[in-house]
């Protein structure tokens, strides 16, 4: 563990990213790697219950969806033209399988690869997770001087 500047807060630990993901994939805390990442499929937890890590500076937004989706759509294209190629499978099969394969793998794959984004936002210190705010506060802007 080397120590960096981060500008903002003095000296603050790098965080091995790899390690954030692992544990974000496992569904526990970046940070600890022991108190849970999920309260509920999707819904991360706002507090680490083991080391009091804020979670809920995450943002995970649509990056989760857009992974699965390739992950996904690679696995389940590339086995349609396999089975094209190589099988003679019914039209029944196909019309079962593949449909059948993408809706369990997205929703297996779904939570983990979330963790993993929530990991590696809490490594690279994005939207609050380095003590900082997302966004400065909002200034009231200067009323207009009156023409004179
Ligand atoms: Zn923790």
Known sequence: MGIQF???AGPAETR???Q???RGVKGRCPHCGRGKLFRAFLKPVD???SCGEELHY???DDLPPYIVITIVGHIVVGGILLAE???DWSMGL???LWPALTLVLSFLLMQPVKGGVIGLQWAMRMHGFGGEP???ERQPLPSPRPRS
Request: proline letters at 4%; one cysteine or more; charged letters at 30%.
């Open 6 to 8: 981060n500008g903002i």
């Open 16 to 18: 091995d990213w790899r």
């Open 20 to 22: 954030a993901i692992t």
């Open 47 to 49: 507090l680490c219950e």
């Open 58 to 60: 995450q943002r995970a």
């Open 85 to 87: 190629k190589y099988a």
């Open 94 to 96: 196909h019309m079962v």
């Open 134 to 136: 997302d966004r400065p």
